[in-house]
């Protein structure tokens, strides 16, 4: 059982280019999240999706979009890349939502130089 | 939305010692709270919830207390090991996950 897994696990971008994170998962999860993790930040949550076809946004969203066409995958495209972009971006999962455990991929570490 | 704070930012305790972690929540309507540990390079896995309507949890040497009233819960972890170094967040949650700012916890051998 696979869980989350998410592409690439490491990137570097020069200011200005776009690139998209993949996330999959296999549980038959709802619910998916894409979270940013800066260093004494914690977690902040960009965008999520209820379904397929659903997306909304997070706190902090700026600078980013999602899709969501399928239940299993649920990919996070960063257009026009900045230096702020640069931080350690987790997928999580969970069949239910807000109350339930998430289940987290590896994570994928991106700079933007 | 919900504010989560959470202290201490580190902590070093010998093996063998207790590590407390705290965390403060805002939001009334939050009613669920899970603990979560990262280690190195890793994502985070949950070890440990608690809902609103449940006091004190314990699985083996973790434990998390909830003081609604005061709106704080806590991560026990007794007789550390240095296999329980790594960084740890709470979280709060209604709709959504609202995290803590984490803790780096170093069990000194």
């Known amino acids: 059982n696979a869980g989350v897994t998410q592409t690439p696990k490491f990137r570097i971008l020069k200011i200005g280019q776009s690139m998209t994170l993949q996330c999959t998962q296999d549980m038959n999860h709802n619910y998916m999240y894409w979270y940013r993790q800066d260093p004494g930040m914690g977690l902040k949550l960009i965008y999520y999706?209820?379904?397929?076809?659903?997306?909304d946004k997070g706190e902090v969203p700026n600078g980013y979009n999602v899709s969501r066409s399928t239940t299993e995958d649920f990919p996070l495209r960063l257009e026009l890349a900045a230096p702020s972009q640069t931080s350690v971006y987790f997928c999580a999962s969970s069949y239910r939502g807000g109350n339930e455990k998430l289940f987290f991929g590896s994570g994928t570490q991106l700079s933007v130089l | 939305g919900e504010n989560v704070e959470q202290h201490p930012s580190t902590l070093s305790v010998q093996e063998g010692d207790s590590a407390v972690i705290k965390c403060t929540y805002s939001d009334s309507a939050s009613n669920y709270f899970p603990w979560y540990k990262q280690e190195l390079g890793k994502g985070p896995q949950l070890i440990i919830d608690i809902r609103s309507n449940v006091g004190e949890k314990k699985d083996q040497r973790i434990a998390v207390t909830l003081n609604k009233t005061a709106k704080h819960f806590s991560l026990h972890i007794t007789e550390t090991q240095p296999e329980d170094s790594a960084v740890y967040f709470c979280?709060?949650?209604?709709?959504?996950?609202?995290f803590g700012t984490g803790t780096s916890l170093t069990v000194i051998p």
């Open positions: 999706s209820v379904g397929a076809g659903i997306t």
């Open positions: 979280a709060a949650t209604g709709n959504q996950f609202y």
